[in-house]
């Protein structure tokens, strides 16, 4: 069983819809959770960073983590056609250097 | 803030071809770094990181291998490139950052390398 599972998609929403995007993973020792955004032929740049359970706002775009289910989830409201990207999300136990990603969710939004 | 470059950003090299990737991070010392390989369906596979000049963990085994002759200089070298080899590597630093409930390192991700085996 991999560290962290994510849905390949490619999930192709309409401009102004919610996109939700989710991880599980099975350590539960995971204790920081991120989520990066990549954009064609770029490298991943961070978006979003959680601490532990609960949620986290940040404009458009909401992180949430429930480690009783060991999920995570990334919300983005009013989606513009410039969020087309590759969303990865990313998770580490420690605050040292050890990171697990996910596979990525591409996403299209479409004008 | 740290930077990091790496070069070439795109290579298209025939199969049994040799291959060496140059990554340089500016803005920090002694860091921790890292190559990742992105393929196709794959997600992000992390091949090789180093904590020190001389010192190189492999994670995957493979016909790659890593150097860290500098500091802050880190290079990919293969001596037969192979189809499979193919695919974006990725140079990254951990980055120490500060938020409202601890502190935690971001994974820095350099812009990356485009590499196509024919």
């Known amino acids: 069983q991999k560290e962290v599972e994510q849905d390949p998609g490619p999930l192709s929403v309409p401009e102004g819809a919610i996109v939700s995007l989710n991880c599980t993973y099975s350590n539960s020792a995971f204790q920081y959770f991120m989520w990066y955004r990549q954009y064609s032929r770029k490298g991943p740049e961070l978006l979003m960073y959680?601490?532990?359970?609960g949620n986290k706002e940040d404009g458009r775009f909401t992180a949430q983590v429930d480690k009783s289910s060991k999920y995570i989830s990334l919300f983005i409201r009013d989606s513009q056609p410039s969020d087309s990207a590759t969303y990865l999300c990313?998770?580490?136990?420690?605050?040292?250097?050890?990171?697990?990603f996910g596979t990525g969710t591409s996403l299209t939004v479409i004008p | 803030s740290q930077t990091i470059h790496q070069w070439p950003a795109t290579l298209v090299q025939p199969v049994g071809s040799p291959l060496s990737l140059e990554c340089t991070v500016e803005?920090?010392?002694?860091?921790?770094l890292y190559w990742y390989r992105q393929a196709a369906g794959r997600g992000l596979q992390l091949l090789f990181y180093s904590v020190g000049i001389g010192q190189i963990s492999s994670e995957v085994p493979q016909n790659l291998s890593a150097s860290r002759p500098q500091d802050r200089q880190f290079i990919l070298s293969s001596k037969k490139l192979l189809l499979s080899d193919s695919g974006f590597y990725l140079c990254?630093?951990?980055?120490?950052?500060?938020?409202?409930?601890?502190?935690?390192?971001?994974?820095?991700f350099g812009p990356g390398t485009r590499l196509t085996v024919l």
């Open positions: 990313a998770m580490s136990w420690n605050t040292g250097n050890q990171f697990y």
């Open positions: 959680t601490y532990s359970s």
């Open positions: 990254a630093c951990p980055v120490p950052r500060s938020g409202r409930a601890s502190s935690y390192n971001e994974q820095f």
């Open positions: 803005g920090t010392s002694n860091p921790n």
